[in-house]
């Protein structure tokens, strides 16, 4: 198959924002914020992977996702590891990830209850360019005042622990279950391993690769699908002419042209470097 620019989906969320990120439309004043925006696979597809761009004014609910196992249990497809990589964050922006010592699992639903589990995890302060990988099982919440890239297994399941009262649903037996207890420790990542290619995730559900601008050949797997995310810069590949803000997925062999000022994430699943 060839390229395929991805079509938007915008989603509505009560931590999203009206001032988005250049590329993207601004929604109107006094309609609700925008909180993400998807990129979607055409047809009736479920790829393994799915590109999200976050806006937040807000903090995220706290939540936990199941694993590949817990989800299938459930007859779900897969669980959700999930990565971001900053675009830009205020002076005093934070991610939560996992508690800040270990937590037995009544003491998690306590303060899932009462609150307090927002004390309870681990706020790390965060700035443009920092990639954090949250595996299935990491009780976490992204913080306000973030524009990030999001690259996650293609699954919409989450189990919303706590979220300050607002009104929406939460899930606290079966987040409860599948949270991991103890703290979240970041998964090591080879960085550059060429001349204008660094690896920023590797595995175990996808890999993330960041590029610089120039030509560059691809050589997909049969079967395996690639996304490729410009952060910044111009170019085209197969004859699809691409720009920041957009998304293109890949298959098979390709030459990824892109304007020498181009910062470019390319994930696929799996847990070998192509
Ligand atoms: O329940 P909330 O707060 O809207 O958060 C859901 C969002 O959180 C994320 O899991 C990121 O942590 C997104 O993939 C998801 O759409």
Same mark, same amino acid.
């Given at each position: 198959?060839?390229?395929?620019?991805?079509?938007?989906?915008?989603?509505?969320?009560?931590?999203? /924002?009206? /001032?988005?990120?250049?590329?993207?439309?601004?929604? &109107?004043?006094?309609?609700?914020?925008?909180?993400?925006?998807?990129? $979607?696979?055409?047809?009736? %597809?479920?790829?393994?992977?799915?590109?999200?761009?976050?806006?937040?004014?807000?903090?995220?609910?706290?939540?936990?996702?199941?694993?590949?196992?817990?989800?299938?249990?459930?007859?779900?497809?897969?669980?959700?590891?999930?990565?971001?990589?900053?675009? &830009? @964050?205020?002076?005093?922006?934070?991610?939560?990830?996992?508690?800040?010592?270990?937590?037995?699992?009544?003491?998690?639903? =306590? @303060?899932?209850?009462?609150? #307090?589990?927002?004390?309870?995890?681990?706020?790390?302060?965060?700035?443009?360019?920092?990639?954090?990988?949250?595996? #299935?099982?990491?009780?976490?919440?992204?913080? &306000?005042?973030?524009?990030?890239?999001?690259? $996650?297994? =293609?699954?919409? *399941?989450?189990?919303?622990?706590?979220?300050?009262? /607002?009104?929406?649903?939460?899930?606290?037996? !079966?987040?409860?279950?599948?949270?991991?207890?103890?703290?979240?420790?970041?998964?090591?990542?080879?960085?550059?391993?060429?001349?204008?290619? #660094?690896?920023?995730?590797?595995?175990?559900?996808?890999?993330?690769? /960041?590029?610089?601008?120039?030509?560059?050949?691809?050589?997909?797997?049969?079967?395996?699908?690639?996304?490729?995310?410009?952060?910044?810069?111009?170019?085209?590949?197969?004859?699809?002419?691409? $720009? %920041?803000?957009?998304?293109? *997925?890949?298959?098979?062999?390709?030459?990824? #042209? &892109?304007?020498?000022?181009? !910062?470019?994430?390319? %994930?696929?699943?799996?847990?070998?470097?192509?």
């Amino acid at each position: 198959m060839p390229a395929q620019l991805l079509a938007t989906h915008r989603v509505e969320k009560p931590w999203g /924002r009206h /001032r988005l990120w250049p590329g993207f439309d601004d929604p &109107a004043e006094g309609s609700e914020p925008i909180g993400e925006i998807w990129f $979607q696979t055409p047809g009736d %597809a479920a790829p393994d992977l799915l590109i999200k761009y976050l806006f937040t004014s807000e903090k995220l609910s706290v939540q936990v996702h199941p694993d590949d196992r817990a989800a299938h249990l459930r007859g779900l497809p897969r669980g959700k590891d999930e990565c971001w990589v900053i675009l &830009a @964050a205020e002076p005093d922006s934070t991610i939560a990830l996992g508690p800040r010592e270990r937590v037995e699992s009544d003491a998690l639903r =306590n @303060a899932a209850i009462d609150g #307090s589990i927002e004390e309870m995890l681990d706020w790390k302060p965060v700035r443009a360019g920092d990639v954090l990988y949250a595996p #299935s099982g990491t009780v976490h919440a992204i913080g &306000a005042g973030l524009t990030l890239i999001e690259v $996650q297994q =293609n699954s919409e *399941t989450t189990y919303r622990l706590y979220d300050y009262g /607002r009104p929406r649903e939460l899930h606290l037996d !079966d987040g409860i279950a599948v949270a991991d207890l103890d703290p979240w420790v970041p998964a090591p990542a080879p960085g550059a391993v060429e001349p204008g290619r #660094s690896i920023l995730v590797e595995g175990p559900k996808f890999i993330l690769e /960041r590029w610089e601008g120039g030509d560059r050949v691809v050589r997909l797997p049969h079967g395996v699908t690639g996304w490729l995310i410009p952060v910044r810069g111009v170019g085209d590949v197969d004859g699809v002419a691409w $720009q %920041a803000g957009e998304c293109v *997925t890949l298959t098979g062999s390709a030459v990824v #042209s &892109a304007s020498e000022d181009s !910062d470019l994430l390319f %994930a696929y699943p799996g847990d070998a470097r192509i």
